[in-house]
């Protein structure tokens, strides 16, 4: 099982980052794929989740700003995150969407995620 998150930094209010994920078969292949945050007391959030036809879907607190991709062929899933607000701070991880995606015992298994901080 492999989930490596790759991407994250330090950028100011405003700019610009690449998130790239690159996920073992068994969890890409025919799946959806999401990008998830999780800040500290709050509800897990699916920020953007990609079908394997590329039919996508945004939270609300990102529509416009960031977009979902993915390539099948590499079993890679990016986000591009544009017009970053420092509430957009946090920890992004993905993971193959499930219909129980917002339960916490959903999954096993989540790898590192990698870090986002925009500051103000």
């Known amino acids: 099982v492999q989930l490596q998150a790759s991407g994250g930094g330090l950028v100011q209010t405003g700019g610009s980052l690449r998130l790239s994920c690159v996920a073992s078969?068994?969890?890409?292949?025919?799946?959806?794929m999401g990008w998830f945050r999780q800040g500290p007391g709050k509800k897990r959030e699916l920020v953007a989740g990609i079908t394997s036809g590329g039919y996508t879907n945004y939270a609300d607190s990102v529509k416009g700003r960031f977009t979902i991709s993915r390539d099948n062929a590499k079993n890679t899933v990016y986000l591009q995150m544009n017009s970053l607000k420092p509430e957009d701070t946090n920890v992004y991880y993905c993971n193959e969407v499930r219909p129980s995606w917002y339960l916490e015992d959903s999954y096993d298994y989540w790898g590192q995620g990698t870090l986002v901080t925009v500051s103000s």
């Open positions: 078969d068994s969890i890409f292949n025919n799946h959806p």
